[in-house]
T-cell receptor, first 114, second 109 residues
């Protein structure tokens, strides 16, 4: 298995639920990212991890909580979300943070908050 | 502020050529990326330009003019499978990626 794998592909959750998104990369990269993609809007960077350490949190509400146990795995824990959080959540990895290596994306989790 | 502009949607005919433009305003510059994203799928890397000029990769070419803050992606011999969104992203002086909203390309037979 190669590339970046995200699960689940689709998720429907109520505003009081707790769920987690999972991402795994098999590319030997050191940096991992969470992005939010909404229709007709630019990708929004949420969190960045480099060598398992969080290096960026772009003013993301605390109802989104990332976890990076090692350089290959990244989670996004969700709780008490709002309907406006419905979007495609993309995980990506790159060789390192702070260089011009391209991002490799997973297929994303389509999240619907009801 | 930092900004990327690209057309929202374009339509082209199978077998033809299409040029997708991207203009940028960023704090510093460390290169410009183009990604392709089919509906429901991951964005995939197409090209990277950091020096002025044209980079060709098969049917796809990417051009950069740093003095004009301008890039384009040129797609030749269009195929139906080229129907997708094309994302322009510019890397600023802090190696932060600034993304455009994407151009949805519709190919008609």
């Amino acid at each position: 298995e190669t590339g970046v794998t995200q699960t689940p592909r689709h998720l429907v959750m109520g505003m009081t639920n707790k769920k987690s998104l999972k991402c795994e990369q098999h590319l030997g990269h050191n940096a991992m990212y969470w992005y939010k993609q909404s229709a007709k809007k630019p990708l929004e960077l949420m969190f960045v991890y480099n060598f398992k350490e969080q290096t960026e949190n772009n003013s993301v509400p605390s109802r989104f909580s990332p976890e990076c146990p090692n350089s290959s795995h990244l989670f996004l824990h969700l709780h008490t979300l709002q309907p406006e959080d419905s979007a495609l959540y993309l995980c990506a990895s790159s060789r390192n943070r702070g260089d011009n290596s391209p991002l490799h994306f997973g297929n994303g989790t389509r999240l619907t908050v009801t | 502020g930092q900004n990327i502009d690209q057309p929202t949607e374009m339509t082209a005919t199978e077998g033809a050529i299409v040029q997708i433009n991207c203009t940028y305003q960023t704090s510093g510059f460390n290169g410009l990326f183009w990604y392709q994203q089919h509906a429901g799928e991951a964005p995939t890397f197409l090209s990277y330009n950091v020096l002025d000029g044209l980079e060709e990769k098969g049917r796809f070419s990417s051009f950069l003019s740093r003095s004009k803050g301008y890039s384009y992606l040129l797609l030749k011999e269009l195929q139906m499978k080229d129907s997708a969104s094309y994302l322009c992203a510019c890397m600023d002086s802090n190696y932060q990626l600034i993304w455009g909203a994407g151009t949805k390309l519709i190919i008609k037979p």
